[in-house]
């Protein structure tokens, strides 16, 4: 942890500040979970130690329902199961995810008073829990965890668990839940929550100088801009692209704080999110834009109930109305419009109706662009997507742009050795090499390039030569 110390942040309590100049792209420091636990919906699915998403994993045969990579896995968790393990065999039952993960924090806790490392800053004892500022509501669902928790414990009558201790336990939980979710191996989905005591100690600011990303099995804390020593250190909490009030509300209910960092203070982009379309014409009215606002509005409750019911076609059909109707209202930065255009790309691309998807998730992306930090994460998956889609469309020489430029966020949010980064970094060679062939002969790569996804023979794709002689043959004479 030599990046960094820890410093009194005010009203905000604890902070992180940087004890050394950072550069983007520097990782100020990686992390191990201190207890980690699969989500119930996909604990048969992710193994419980690498959190990888696999087929055909290995059930524990004592409590049946943890599940394994290999017997390597196994052993490298059993030091974490097995007091799990035999808690679940005497209740008949495994519990909740926030029961498991609770379970699991105390007895790592009982095994290592807390602090597993020289490098952790912090104990879990110290983490704060914030169960005084609960409503009524929540502070009774966390008395129900408790109470199941007691259930699932082991009974030792020589040594009883407080019951304010582990409502302290819970309401750390309870905060962390929603902020530090772990990632499948390529980090597309979320497939477990962990407990990251130093990160607990970074943080907040809509518009941060630091993101997180899980790599090969830790949490890293990379730097997003050029950071000066002594300078906090934060990440966001939450999605930028809502408005500083829906932001602020969200961070109130959850994290139980107000935001004061300078883009919700001043409102910063509130304007652009909800800015009308301005053009060589009249601005429209402002009954015409409560209007379509109030449209869109229902319209993205619409698209989000036939998205559940996996009704695509009518996804489409609703996105393709409802954005017609925005087009000289709403201007493109609107986040109606963004929420739209992106889930219209998104349902047109899993209906390989590619063209459409492409044109989409563009104006998806000028839009993102106005918005965004210019190394967001966020911004950076959102542009390798459009480039994959562009690349999909036959786009080729958009596709390698969008993908060339995803990659150089994706170096600096996730670093060269992330699997996704690795992953852009194939497509972007792909692309590279499909557009030397573009430039070379137009027709011969779209004619190989339809012959490729009608899955032609080779002979077909280019006469007495296979696709990867032309390739190499284009290559060498650029």
Known sequence: MDNVEVFDAGVKGRGLKATRD????????????????????LSTAVCHNCFRQQANLHRCVQCKFAHYCDRTCQTACWNEHKKECAAIRSSGSAPSENVRLAARMLWRIQR?????????????????????????????ELQIDVHKFMDFWPKNPRKPQPVEYISHIFGIVNMLCNAFTLSDQRGLQAVGVGLFPNLCMVNHDCWPNCTVILNHGKIELRALEKVAEGVELTVSYVDFLNLSAERQRILKKQYHFNCTCKHCTEHIKDDLMMAAKEGEGSKPSAELIKQVTTASEECLEKVAKCRLQGDFHGVARLCGECLSAQEN?????????????????????????????????????????????????????????????????????????????A????????????????????????????????????????????????????????????????????????
């Open 329 to 405: 209202v709403l201007a493109d930065t609107h986040l109606y419009k963004l929420r739209l255009q992106s889930t219209a790309s998104e349902v047109l691309s899993y209906m390989h109706a590619f063209a459409e998807a492409a044109a989409y998730s563009r104006k998806t992306i000028d839009g993102y662009m106005a918005l965004h930090h210019p190394t967001n994460a966020q911004l950076g998956m959102a542009i390798m997507r459009a480039g994959v889609t562009h690349w999909h469309a036959g786009q080729i020489e958009v596709g390698h742009e969008l993908i060339c430029k």
């Open 112 to 140: 290592d008073t807390g602090v597993v490392s020289d490098g952790q800053l912090t104990s879990v004892d110290e983490l704060v829990d914030h169960v005084s500022d609960l409503t009524d509501e929540d502070r009774e």
């Open 22 to 41: 950072l550069l983007a792209g520097d990782v100020v420091f990686a992390e191990p979970s201190f207890s980690a636990v699969v989500f119930d919906s």
């Open 407 to 478: 990659y150089g966020i994706l170096l600096i949010t996730h670093g060269p050795n992330h699997p996704i980064t690795q992953d852009l970094e194939s497509m972007r060679r792909q692309t590279e090499m499909e557009l030397k062939m573009f430039k070379q002969n137009e027709e011969v790569y779209r004619t190989m390039r339809e012959a490729a996804l009608k899955k032609q023979p080779a002979k077909a794709m280019a006469e007495n030569s296979s696709t990867e002689e032309k390739i190499e043959d284009v290559s060498r004479k650029q």
